[in-house]
């Protein structure tokens, strides 16, 4: 199984400051023939189901406020928040979607310093 | 826009097993741009994604439930559903269906989640 690994598990930013979350998969999740990257941001909010906010680890969902942005390509990406908003809190998780055993990292708790 | 609803008992006994479906609206699960998912959340911990089925019956499984797990779908009734044998607490987690695009030899991001649905295995 492909292994996402997030950093850090828990943030707290400043209300308007960057937020940056980092995923790492142990393989290179880029498939050449294409030349996309099978990976997806997730936003979970408590008592919410997770809500897609990135695909293709840089194209963003129809919706999603343009503050987020993912960036990174093969094994290493990152979620930027350009200027974190109160409705931002919540838990986010990176998933890869290269290999059929598809698995998500622990997730990043984003809080309000 | 395909919304996606979860059903199924609340209380499972340790041992028995775990059936759920999801109800598919706004859509076909007979559509072959889609592959439909369960995921599920331990209470306080991550997601884990169980498997996944097209509408022509063929799934694929996370090795850690294969011996456990078995997805099925009703294409006339526009449901696909989980069962999961031999419950112990450790299932006990929120249930997620979800869908994503497909065209069929490769899946793309899940785009739709259902709300989920609470399983407690207690006896």
């Known amino acids: 199984d492909i292994v996402m690994t997030q950093s850090p598990d828990s943030l707290a930013v400043s209300l308007g400051e960057r937020a940056t979350i980092s995923c790492t998969s142990s393989?290179?999740?880029?498939?050449?023939?294409?030349?996309?990257?099978?990976l997806a941001w997730y936003q979970q909010k408590p008592g919410q189901p997770p809500k897609l906010l990135i695909y293709?680890?840089?194209t963003r969902e129809s919706g999603v406020p343009d503050r987020f942005s993912g960036s990174g390509s093969g094994a290493v990406f990152t979620l930027t928040i350009s200027s974190l908003q109160a409705e931002d809190v919540a838990v986010y998780y990176c998933?890869?979607?290269?290999?059929?055993?598809?698995?998500f990292g622990q997730g990043t708790k984003l809080e309000i310093k | 826009q395909v919304q996606l609803q979860e059903s199924g008992p609340g209380l499972v006994k340790p041992s028995e097993t775990l059936s759920l479906t999801c109800t598919v609206s706004?859509?076909?699960?007979?559509?072959?741009?889609?592959?439909w998912n369960w995921i599920r959340q331990p209470p306080g911990k991550g997601l884990e994604w169980i498997g996944y089925?097209?509408?022509?019956?063929?799934?694929n499984y996370n090795p850690s439930f294969k011996s456990r797990v078995t997805i099925s779908v009703d294409t006339s009734k526009n449901q696909f559903s989980l069962r999961l044998s031999s419950v112990t607490a450790a299932d006990t987690a929120v249930y997620y269906c979800?869908?994503?695009?497909?065209?069929?030899?490769?899946?793309?991001?899940?785009?739709?989640w259902g709300k989920g649905t609470t399983v407690t295995v207690s006896s």
């Open positions: 979800a869908s994503g695009g497909s065209t069929g030899y490769d899946n793309y991001h899940m785009d739709v």
């Open positions: 706004g859509g076909s699960v007979s559509s072959g741009n889609y592959y």
């Open positions: 089925i097209y509408y022509s019956g063929s799934a």
């Open positions: 393989q290179s999740i880029l498939y050449s023939s294409n030349n996309k990257n099978y």
């Open positions: 293709w680890a840089s």
């Open positions: 998933q890869q979607y290269f290999s059929t055993a598809y698995t």
